[in-house]
């Protein structure tokens, strides 16, 4: 899947043509001046007495808050007209996390996040922090490198869910600066992000104009896509799904499984609840992830806040 920008004398035209009976925006971009703050607020509201993660969720809150204020204090300017038109010409995602030649300033978010959050964290996590900080530029590089190739063992797991948060907010604003509009060019690969070619983190049926449809949703640059319901996300195959949950059949999150492949994607519905993120929603309800493990399904997506050591 690739991203195909329009240029700007044709957006009047696209403009109309959005308006056309049954349109479907195939990708949203976030906004990064909320997404971290709402994100923040909604893990605080789901870590109850009654969450068994609770503890987790919070910590997950304060990295969300520090994201959010290591993106106000360090803005990016960025053109990427020649980026993204030279990722037309080799068939690529625009920013490709695989192969996109990062700069500096995605360091400067991270060592931003280390200092909001060394005040804050518990004591045992403050070590990995000071070691963090103590890394060199391309030490720095190379722990990046790692995570973004799924090399997951090249960072140790206590410093890892920093060096992707930081990260995460420096692919999230080189999104929110793709200029014109962007359009989705369908073709294969459908389950990896048309932005930076990251995978889901889970998928969200929409309420308001985009009411029941289906996105997945980035568990990098938050950008989100289209990808038509009752379909595995995964294989794209449809003869084998079921639907799996944990309370009634009309919970506000779900696991869609699938046979063919094996895998399964969790889905939050927002009509059941319209203040679900998907990060948050998800890392919320690992009870659900335990459930889906006992019945012999692999998760086909990647929280942040949860990634593999190994």
């Known amino acids: 899947m690739s991203i195909r920008i329009v240029p700007k ?63 106000y204090d360090n803005p990016l300017d960025m053109e990427l007209d020649e980026l993204l038109l030279r990722s037309q010409q080799e068939n690529r995602v625009p920013l490709d996390c695989k192969t996109l030649r990062r700069t500096p300033h995605w360091q400067h978010i991270l060592h931003a996040l280390i200092a909001e959050l060394l005040p804050v964290v518990p004591e045992h996590v403050k070590p990995a922090l000071e070691n963090l900080a103590k890394n060199s530029a391309p030490e720095l590089e190379e722990m990046a490198d790692g995570l973004l190739n799924s090399e997951f063992s090249k960072v140790s797991a206590d410093q ?15 999104a929110s600066l793709i200029p014109g509009k962007a359009r989705a060019e369908y073709g294969e690969h ?16 929409q309420i308001g104009t985009n009411q029941g449809l289906r996105y997945l949703h980035c568990n990098l640059c938050d950008s989100e896509w289209h990808v038509v319901r009752i379909k595995c996300s995964n294989c794209e195959q ?7 949950s944990l309370e009634s059949e009309q919970a506000p999150i779900k696991a869609e499984s699938c046979g063919d492949c094996g895998s399964y994607l969790k889905i939050l519905y927002q009509e059941k609840d319209p203040n679900i993120d998907a990060v948050a929603d998800d890392l919320a309800s690992l009870i659900l992830d335990a459930k889906m493990e006992e019945e012999g399904f692999a998760r086909s997506s990647l929280n942040p806040f949860l990634l593999p050591n190994e």
């Open 190 to 205: 459908r389950q990896f992000c048309p932005v930076c070619g990251s995978m889901p983190v889970a998928s969200v049926v």
């Open 238 to 244: 449809t003869g084998d799904l079921n639907y799996w």
């Open 9 to 71: 004398e044709q957006l009047s035209k696209e403009r109309l043509n959005d308006r056309a009976v049954g349109f479907i925006p195939p990708l949203l971009f976030a906004n990064p001046k909320t997404l971290y703050q709402q994100r923040a607020e909604r893990l605080k509201t789901l870590a109850t007495a009654s969450n068994p993660f609770s503890s987790y969720l919070n910590f997950a809150a304060e990295i969300a808050q520090a994201q959010q204020k290591a993106l």
């Open 160 to 174: 890892s869910v920093f060096v992707w948060a930081a990260l995460s907010v420096y692919w999230a604003q080189m």
